[in-house]
Structures are given as structure tokens and as C-alpha cells.
């Protein structure tokens, strides 16, 4: 094993293929589900490094990978020359793999020589991957092992980023599952935080939204993960949690284990949506509607003033969804419902029913959904579709591209702040720039 720090992006997980139609109900509404079950073009949950680390600024993520996986988080960051980079992979080379190395030892010697020289390292992610996982390198031991060695300087966890199976958004989902266990547990039920916003939100949109809580009068909240890893906030029987993102199912499970209990809402895309997540909480705390309404009215006004200039590049347009970071439910929503932009197919690798039963309930009557993929038949779709603008994963953007069709990166979609009122009119911006540009192309 070397230490390297960080193409080959593309996870294709190949199944025999099938196609079956799932019919969920959610409310009074009846869904027709197309479940697809074949070759899957995602990229793997290691890609969640990327915004991981930028936000729990005291962690670093060492992958045991190889050098695929090398490349994949190095031109995934693009950046970080300027500083030192909190996030590396430890190769698996032949001789790991043919077992002439122990596996076990080689990592405790890199893991050794990291802490030796990055003092300023309080928690270590050991991020498994697809050859972790096929050479079985038991990493949850491993984590067990270097941190009793290493505490309490260091608190040592590990989660799986594997693209066996999983899609990119995963990535950090499976981190904050491992790191609920360790948040701490009031002595007393009530002792928890009140509130706990769940899901890494960039850090702008946590000072917009800690601005909202307090307006609204809320004064025990944090949001998970903390910006410092010790920072974590203590939960009990009193804390109810807001998912910030759609994509936390584990995460999810284990805080209704410990106890917490999840508030119902949409996703904060979009100003209705950002409106009906906030108006969750307020209900829950019993704000008032006089000052829920004193609190939001200037900041939706601004918001929907903010999408009037991208309405009438989007109106009408035909937008297609391939299946790749789980936003694509709310982001349908919103594009459907604040712009008037039509809806081809709605593609999703996981459908939550319950976290997007509030979602799904403001899609439009007749909304073709699917869940899974097999991505040659969706692609026939699509180009049957020809909609105005597709939005994919990287690996299709550019063949699509060739073929004279608009797309968006939905990757682009986590790494930009998006979340909330001040940021419905960017989110807006992202889906008309593509569009204002080809136009221009054509002209
Ligand atoms: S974890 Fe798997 S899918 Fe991801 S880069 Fe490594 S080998 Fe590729």
C-alpha cells in the first residue's frame, strides 16, 4: 500500500435486466413506478469526499482504494494544490491483492505516518471501496483498532464509498450513518438539541437558515455534521430532525433508532419548498402564523422576484431526468411548479416513499416516474422525449451533447449552494444558462 493523494468515474454495475411498473400510493394519490433494474451510469459514493471534507474542516478521508479511485477524488477536487489536502488514498497494489502483504499492517504504517505528521487531523474516515471490499479488508476492525491506539487525539470511523451498487449521493449518507452513533445522548430525554437540520449544506446556507430559526424564535438547533468534528450535538427523546437532503436513508434509520424523531417536509428547493420545510419546524415549535408569516413574507417576495428574469427562458420547456443523485424528485417539483417547465421523466436511482411522500404529493397529475436504471432503454426514452434539456451524470452528458441535446451535470447540483430562498434564483439560473447558450450557438 503507497499513500498517494488523489478516471475512470463511471461506476457501470451490470444486472440482468428487467422492467416492472410498482404502483405506490401517497395520500390520495396513486404512482406509477417503472422500476429498472440494468446498467447503471453513477459515479461512486467516494465522489461525497469532495463536499465532506470541506465541511467537517478537522476530518480527513483516506480511501483504501486504487488508483482508480486515486483519480476519481483527485479530479473530482480539481483543486486544493494551494493547501494540504484532507483527503488521500492509500493504494491496494498486486501485492495486497495477491496476499503476498498484510493488508492490515500496511494500513496501520500509512495511517501511523499521517497522524505523525497532521497534528491538526481530529477525526480519520477509513473510506472502503470496491477493492477494499473485494480483498474483504474488514475496515469497521481496522477503525476499532487504529482508534484505541490513537485516542482521544483522533477519532478513528470508517463508511463505504464503494460504486458496488451504490450511487454518488451515498457517499454521504453512509458517512453520517457512521457518525451518529457518535453523537452523545442527554443524560436526561429532554437534554437533546430541539432541532437537528440534517445533511451537509454549504455553510452560507446554514447562516441563512440558522438567521430564519432564530427569527422564528427557535434557540436549541445544529445542524449535522458540525464544521468541527468536536462540535457534535448531544440528541435525546426531545430532538426532532429536518432532513436538508433526499438522500439520507441509513442516516435516517439510525437517528429514528437513537430515539430522534423525523419532521415530515419537502426539501428546501425552491421557494416553496424552502417555505413549507421552515413552515414544518414552525409548526412543530408552535410559532405563530402571524410571526411565521412577518419572518418569511420579505424573504419569499425577494426569492420569487429573484425567478421572474429565468420564467420565461424556462416555461414550457421539456426537461428529462436521468436517474443519479436523488434530487431529481424535489428539483422536478420545483422546476414544474415555480417555472412551468414540463415534465418528460422523472428518474431516480432510490425512491424513498416515505421522506418523499411530501415531494411526490406537488408533482403534477401523471408525472412519469422511475426508479433504478437500465440505461440503454433509458436513453432510447429519451431520445424519443428529444426534451428541451436533460439532466445526467458525466459519462452521458457528453454523447448527448454530440447528439444536439442540452444537458446539465446533476453532480453540479450538490457541489453549488442551492438550498433555500436567497438561492431558489440560482438554482433556477443553473437549469436556463444551458439552455440560453445553446440558443446562442444556434443563432
Ligand atoms: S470505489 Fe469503485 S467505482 Fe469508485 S473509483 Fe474506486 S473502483 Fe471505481
Same mark, same amino acid.
Given at each position: 500500500?503507497?499513500? #498517494?493523494i488523489?478516471?475512470?468515474? @463511471?461506476?457501470?454495475? #451490470? ?5 416492472a411498473c410498482?404502483?405506490?400510493t #401517497?395520500?390520495?394519490? &396513486?404512482?406509477?413506478? *417503472? ?8 459515479f461512486c459514493?467516494?465522489?461525497?469526499? !469532495? ?29 486544493m ?10 493504494? !491496494? ?11 492490515n499492517?500496511?494500513?496501520?504504517r ?9 497534528p491538526? !487531523? $481530529?477525526?480519520?474516515f *477509513? ?23 490513537? =485516542? ?12 458496488? &451498487? ?12 457512521a ?11 429532554d ?40 462540535? *457534535?450535538?448531544? !440528541?435525546?427523546a426531545?430532538t ?11 442516516? =435516517? ?6 430515539? =430522534? ?7 428546501p428547493?425552491?421557494v416553496?419548498?424552502?417555505? $413549507? ?16 408569516? $412577518? ?11 429573484? *425567478? ?11 426537461i428529462f431526468?436521468?436517474?443519479d443523485?436523488?434530487?431529481? @424528485? ?11 417547465m414540463?415534465?418528460t &421523466? ?5 425512491l ?37 434539456i436533460?439532466?445526467?451524470?458525466l ?6 451533447e ?6 446539465k451535470?446533476? @453532480? ?5 449552494? @442551492? ?14 444558462r ?5 440558443? $446562442?450557438?444556434?443563432?
Open positions: 500500500m503507497n499513500r #498517494v488523489p478516471l475512470q468515474p @463511471i461506476s457501470s454495475g #451490470v444486472n440482468a435486466s428487467h422492467l410498482d404502483s405506490i #401517497v395520500g390520495h394519490r &396513486e404512482f406509477e413506478v *417503472l422500476k429498472e433494474r440494468g446498467q447503471r451510469e453513477v459514493g467516494l465522489t461525497g469526499i !469532495i463536499w465532506l471534507h470541506r465541511k467537517i474542516q478537522d476530518a480527513f478521508f483516506l480511501v483504501v482504494g486504487s488508483r482508480t479511485c486515486a483519480h476519481l477524488v483527485q479530479s473530482a477536487a480539481g483543486v494544490i494551494f493547501a494540504e489536502p484532507r483527503f488521500a488514498t492509500a493504494i !491496494i497494489d498486486d501485492r495486497d491483492l495477491a496476499g503476498l502483504a498484510d493488508a499492517e500496511e494500513l496501520d500509512v495511517v501511523g505516518q499521517l497522524l505523525e505528521r497532521r491538526d !487531523i $481530529k477525526m480519520l *477509513l473510506v472502503g471501496s470496491c477493492p477494499s471490499e473485494v480483498i474483504k479488508l474488514d475496515l469497521s476492525r481496522a477503525a476499532q483498532r487504529l482508534g484505541k491506539t490513537y =485516542a482521544p487525539r483522533v477519532r478513528i470511523l470508517n463508511y463505504s464509498g464503494s460504486g458496488i &451498487e451504490t450511487t454518488f449521493t451515498q457517499g454521504e449518507d453512509a458517512c453520517l450513518a457518525l451518529v452513533p457518535e453523537l452523545p445522548k442527554g443524560m436526561d430525554s437534554e437533546g438539541v430541539d432541532l437537528l437540520v440534517v445533511g451537509c449544506l454549504a455553510d452560507v446556507i446554514e447562516d441563512q437558515f440558522s438567521r430564519i430559526f432564530s427569527e422564528l424564535g427557535l434557540q436549541s438547533y445544529a445542524f449535522f455534521p458540525p464544521r468541527q468534528s468536536g462540535q *457534535l450535538p448531544t !440528541i435525546g426531545n426532532r430532525y429536518l432532513l436538508a437532503q433526499p438522500f439520507l436513508t441509513e442516516t =435516517a434509520r439510525i437517528l429514528d433508532e437513537r430515539g =430522534a424523531q423525523r419532521l415530515a417536509a419537502p426539501f428547493l425552491g416553496e419548498g424552502t417555505e $413549507k420545510w421552515f413552515a414544518a419546524v414552525a409548526h412543530e415549535f408552535a410559532v405563530s402564523a402571524e410571526r411565521f408569516e $412577518k419572518v418569511i413574507a420579505p424573504k419569499r417576495a425577494r426569492a420569487n422576484l429573484g *425567478l421572474e428574469r429565468h420564467r420565461e427562458t424556462l416555461k414550457n420547456k421539456s431526468f436521468f436517474p443523485s436523488q434530487l431529481e @424528485i424535489p428539483l422536478a417539483r420545483f422546476l414544474s411548479r415555480e417555472l412551468g414540463q415534465l &421523466e422523472v428518474g431516480t436511482p432510490y424513498h416513499r416515505q421522506h418523499l411522500a411530501d415531494e411526490m404529493m406537488m408533482l403534477p397529475e401523471g408525472t412519469s416516474l422511475s426508479e433504478g436504471q437500465d440505461v440503454e432503454k433509458q436513453l432510447d426514452r429519451c431520445r424519443s422525449f428529444r426534451p428541451d436533460v439532466v445526467c451524470g459519462g452521458l452528458a457528453n454523447p448527448l454530440a447528439e444536439g441535446m442540452t444537458t451535470w446533476s @453532480i453540479e447540483l450538490v457541489f453549488t449552494p @442551492i438550498q433555500g430562498f436567497d438561492q431558489a434564483a440560482d438554482l433556477a439560473e443553473l437549469f436556463a444551458p439552455l440560453i447558450r445553446r440558443t $446562442k450557438l444556434a443563432a
